[in-house]
């Protein structure tokens, strides 16, 4: 099956190396019915050999067990035959061909039938597996809105998303998902996003926020007003995202499918060589002995158990981190994740909440609550996002102060008449400009800066900052801890403000005052160190870097389309901390897939020596190469059960569902505002 739940071809044409699923049986078939006849069939004929019953010898036989050898063998045939034509001859299909047929040609009918219905169940339990691993993947498919209400002309029509036009309003009822991404017309409203992000907590969105497909309206009536076309939405883009993920190989799997073309003709070559070589060196040759032993050869010899347990363990990988709310454009990047020494971050909105909020209030001649008052009264009158964090933090206390002649001056602040009293409220180059005298320790202030005037006189000032994520510090300690040995946070910031972060934090360099180019120029130093390293970014200024890197890591990537687009990974639950969870989640699967590695080899190389020796049958051929191939499939599921909420990965995950980190959900501020040279003393207001 592909990940959009449609049928996946047949074993025509391709090899397990190749990295397809298997279908055996016609779409909608039990799978398993044709290998339980087969099987019935099996131990009857064992039986009515073990009894000698008359009836039961010569072509009476043959057909019994070629009738059970068919139910489950004719497909592998058919698949050995049709891959001819493309040039994949030497494949497992093949290998089982040759095997099982010539069992039927030396008499071990048995046997042929045995390896045969062992390898299909072999096949259907990998299939199984492999469905599961993809699971939490494919269960992003059934987000998207299948129907979708929508208002024209005073009619409610229920139409297919794709039918719907931009500009178009939709209703969308409590418990619906919303199927287009737009803007909310009709609010305020709670949704749960978890669908698209991985968090438990509701979001509440106001009237003209934007909503996106997949979300779920939790409580009241409401409407959206459409602002992209099915295909354009965020949803649909980390869906397509994700489906592709699947078809970019890792360097492990490369070599795996690679190995698995050399490897085959080799066997069939040795094989071949087990039946003719010790007709010239043994005395008592026999050439049945020695075809059996060279069938048993080429059946241990079956790719299986790697070719399909390690992408396998991949898309085990890939899913446990969709479940984090981590996606994975390709397996690839879960290799490059664990091979990585270096991480380098922005700042704003990356690092830190990208929303500013008042951090000190220093007053003179007043007291603290009268300055607020009187600044954030004269605040409301501003659309900067410095105002606009000064009126959040004073909130209700600004409710009916008079407010009148209030003036904007460029580059300095607000002037205007508060409560009958003449107030100041902006940078210090406000203050001089109306000869103020200030303290002169408020110039060496790190933070941004509102400074306030009552009436002529300086009275205090307020520090406004972009604090840190909450898990910000968590997610350095663990990357540390998980073996990175160099942070570095690159930002357009103010460099005193960049340096601050960077000693709250714990992280190694910082540089501030950057332009896009600027960081693209340290992280190719860092680079052509020989380190290998991942830049996290949030927004499109990111985009050049985050392309640059070895592996990039695109925060809160239902935001930017740009970042999507780009970016090797998104973490969409914009958590710092979930870079230590994918890395750790790569690391497992790393060392989850090389273990199965090991176990094919030594198991088949054993088994092997013992069948050229001939000290191992059939039967320790099909242990060989289904048991091996099952052992290391449960082995691979393990992924998706370990939990990677903390520094040292691999042990099994608590029987109870993860718990959602709780933080806060906060709207960040457009991008150019946020970041830039203007963070500084001489804040423009």
């Given at each position: 099956?592909?990940?959009?739940?449609?049928?996946?071809?047949?074993?025509?044409?391709?090899?397990?190396?190749?990295?397809?699923?298997?279908?055996?049986?016609?779409?909608?078939?039990?799978?398993?019915?044709?290998?339980?006849?087969?099987?019935?069939?099996?131990?009857?004929?064992?039986?009515?050999?073990?009894?000698?019953?008359?009836?039961?010898?010569?072509?009476?036989?043959?057909?019994?067990?070629?009738?059970?050898?068919?139910?489950?063998?004719?497909?592998?045939?058919?698949?050995?035959?049709?891959?001819?034509?493309?040039?994949?001859?030497?494949?497992?299909?093949?290998?089982?061909?040759?095997?099982?047929?010539?069992?039927?040609?030396?008499?071990?009918?048995?046997?042929?039938?045995?390896?045969?219905?062992?390898?299909?169940?072999?096949?259907l339990f990998q299939d199984a597996a492999v469905n599961r691993a993809?699971?939490?993947?494919?269960?992003?498919?059934?987000?998207?809105?299948?129907?979708?209400?929508?208002?024209?002309?005073?009619?409610?029509?229920?139409?297919?998303?794709?039918?719907?036009?931009?500009?178009?309003?939709?209703?969308?009822?409590?418990?619906?998902?919303?199927?287009?991404?737009?803007?909310?017309?009709?609010?305020?409203?709670?949704?749960?996003?978890?669908?698209?992000?991985?968090?438990?907590?509701?979001?509440?969105?106001?009237?003209?926020?934007?909503?996106?497909?997949?979300?779920?309206?939790?409580?009241?009536?409401?409407?959206?007003?459409?602002?992209?076309?099915?295909?354009?939405?965020?949803?649909?883009?980390?869906?397509?995202?994700?489906?592709?993920?699947?078809?970019?190989?890792?360097?492990?799997?490369?070599?795996?499918?690679?190995?698995?073309?050399i490897y085959t003709p080799i066997v069939v070559l040795l094989a071949?060589?087990?039946?003719?070589?010790?007709?010239?060196?043994?005395?008592?040759?026999?050439?049945?002995?020695?075809?059996?032993?060279?069938?048993?050869?080429?059946?241990?010899?079956?790719?299986?158990?790697?070719?399909?347990?390690?992408?396998?363990?991949?898309?085990?990988?890939?899913?446990?981190?969709?479940?984090?709310?981590?996606?994975?454009?390709?397996?690839?990047?879960?290799?490059?994740?664990?091979?990585?020494?270096?991480?380098?971050?922005?700042?704003?909105?990356?690092?830190?909440?990208?929303?500013?909020?008042?951090?000190?209030?220093?007053?003179?001649?007043?007291?603290?609550?009268?300055?607020?008052?009187?600044?954030?009264?004269?605040?409301?009158?501003?659309?900067?996002?410095?105002?606009?964090?000064?009126?959040?933090?004073?909130?209700?206390?600004?409710?009916?102060?008079?407010?009148?002649?209030?003036?904007?001056?460029?580059?300095?602040?607000?002037?205007?008449?508060?409560?009958?009293?003449?107030?100041?409220?902006?940078?210090?180059?406000?203050?001089?400009?109306?000869?103020?005298?200030?303290?002169?320790?408020?110039?060496?202030?790190?933070?941004?800066?509102?400074?306030?005037?009552?009436?002529?006189?300086?009275?205090?000032?307020?520090?406004?900052?972009?604090?840190?994520?909450?898990?910000?510090?968590?997610?350095?300690?663990?990357?540390?801890?998980?073996?990175?040995?160099?942070?570095?946070?690159?930002?357009?910031?103010?460099?005193?403000?960049?340096?601050?972060?960077?000693?709250?934090?714990?992280?190694?360099?910082?540089?501030?005052?950057?332009?896009?180019?600027?960081?693209?120029?340290?992280?190719?130093?860092?680079?052509?160190?020989?380190?290998?390293?991942?830049?996290?970014?949030?927004?499109?200024?990111?985009?050049?870097?985050?392309?640059?890197?070895?592996?990039?890591?695109?925060?809160?990537?239902?935001?930017?389309?740009?970042?999507?687009?780009t970016a090797d990974v998104v973490i969409q639950t914009d958590h710092?901390?979930?870079?230590?969870?994918?890395?750790?989640?790569?690391?497992?699967?790393?060392?989850?897939?090389?273990?199965?590695?090991?176990?094919?080899?030594?198991?088949?190389?054993?088994?092997?020596?013992?069948?050229?020796?001939?000290?191992?049958?059939?039967?320790?051929?099909?242990?060989?190469?289904?048991?091996?191939?099952?052992?290391?499939?449960?082995?691979?599921?393990?992924?998706?059960?370990?939990?990677?909420?903390?520094?040292?990965?691999?042990?099994?995950?608590?029987?109870?569902?993860?718990?959602?980190?709780?933080?806060?959900?906060?709207?960040?501020?457009?991008?150019?505002?946020?970041?830039?040279?203007?963070?500084?003393?001489?804040?423009?207001?």
């Amino acid at each position: 099956m592909d990940l959009a739940g449609q049928p996946a071809d047949e074993h025509a044409g391709h090899s397990h190396g190749d990295g397809d699923d298997h279908d055996h049986g016609p779409a909608g078939d039990n799978p398993y019915l044709w290998p339980g006849v087969s099987l019935a069939l099996l131990l009857a004929g064992i039986a009515l050999d073990y009894y000698t019953v008359g009836f039961f010898t010569g072509y009476v036989r043959l057909l019994w067990y070629g009738v059970a050898f068919l139910l489950v063998g004719w497909k592998v045939i058919r698949s050995a035959v049709q891959s001819i034509p493309s040039g994949n001859v030497f494949n497992e299909f093949l290998l089982m061909s040759i095997a099982t047929l010539g069992a039927f040609a030396i008499g071990e009918y048995p046997e042929g039938v045995a390896v045969m219905l062992f390898y299909t169940v072999g096949e259907l339990f990998q299939d199984a597996a492999v469905n599961r691993a993809k699971r939490s993947i494919k269960a992003l498919l059934e987000i998207q809105a299948t129907e979708v209400t929508v208002l024209r002309g005073g009619q409610s029509l229920v139409l297919d998303p794709k039918q719907v036009q931009v500009g178009d309003t939709i209703e969308v009822k409590p418990g619906e998902k919303v199927a287009l991404d737009g803007t909310l017309t009709k609010g305020p409203a709670s949704f749960n996003t978890a669908a698209l992000t991985g968090e438990s907590v509701p979001q509440t969105k106001q009237t003209g926020e934007p909503v996106l497909a997949g979300m779920v309206n939790l409580e009241s009536l409401i409407q959206v007003a459409v602002t992209a076309g099915y295909q354009d939405t965020k949803l649909a883009k980390i869906l397509a995202m994700v489906q592709d993920a699947v078809g970019r190989k890792a360097k492990t799997q490369q070599f795996i499918t690679k190995f698995a073309k050399i490897y085959t003709p080799i066997v069939v070559l040795l094989a071949t060589l087990l039946i003719v070589v010790p007709y010239f060196v043994v005395d008592d040759y026999v050439f049945r002995t020695w075809l059996y032993r060279a069938l048993v050869f080429l059946v241990i010899s079956c790719p299986c158990a790697l070719v399909i347990s390690i992408p396998l363990g991949y898309f085990g990988g890939i899913g446990a981190a969709s479940k984090a709310g981590i996606l994975f454009k390709g397996s690839n990047f879960l290799d490059a994740m664990r091979e990585l020494d270096t991480v380098v971050m922005d700042k704003t909105g990356t690092l830190t909440e990208g929303v500013f909020a008042v951090q000190q209030v220093q007053a003179v001649g007043l007291e603290k609550a009268q300055l607020l008052r009187l600044l954030g009264a004269l605040e409301t009158k501003s659309t900067h996002p410095i105002a606009k964090a000064v009126v959040a933090h004073v909130g209700a206390a600004t409710a009916g102060v008079a407010v009148e002649n209030v003036e904007e001056i460029a580059g300095h602040g607000l002037r205007g008449r508060v409560d009958g009293r003449d107030v100041l409220a902006g940078n210090t180059k406000l203050l001089r400009k109306f000869n103020v005298a200030y303290p002169a320790e408020v110039d060496q202030v790190v933070d941004s800066i509102v400074v306030g005037a009552v009436d002529g006189q300086y009275a205090g000032y307020l520090t406004v900052a972009d604090a840190p994520k909450e898990d910000a510090a968590r997610a350095v300690q663990e990357l540390r801890a998980d073996g990175i040995s160099k942070l570095v946070m690159l930002s357009g910031d103010k460099d005193s403000i960049v340096q601050r972060v960077a000693r709250e934090l714990g992280i190694d360099e910082a540089h501030g005052g950057l332009l896009p180019e600027d960081k693209a120029r340290y992280v190719q130093q860092y680079k052509t160190e020989g380190r290998k390293l991942a830049f996290v970014g949030d927004g499109v200024n990111d985009a050049p870097v985050v392309a640059l890197a070895d592996v990039g890591i695109a925060m809160g990537g239902l935001g930017s389309d740009a970042t999507i687009e780009t970016a090797d990974v998104v973490i969409q639950t914009d958590h710092p901390s979930k870079i230590a969870t994918a890395r750790r989640i790569a690391r497992a699967t790393h060392r989850v897939v090389w273990q199965n590695i090991w176990l094919a080899f030594v198991v088949k190389g054993i088994v092997l020596v013992l069948g050229a020796g001939g000290l191992a049958t059939m039967w320790e051929a099909v242990f060989a190469d289904v048991g091996v191939a099952l052992l290391a499939i449960l082995n691979a599921v393990r992924i998706q059960r370990m939990d990677y909420s903390s520094p040292g990965t691999g042990s099994p995950s608590p029987a109870a569902p993860p718990v959602t980190e709780n933080l806060s959900v906060v709207e960040p501020m457009p991008r150019e505002l946020r970041e830039g040279p203007h963070h500084s003393n001489d804040q423009t207001k």
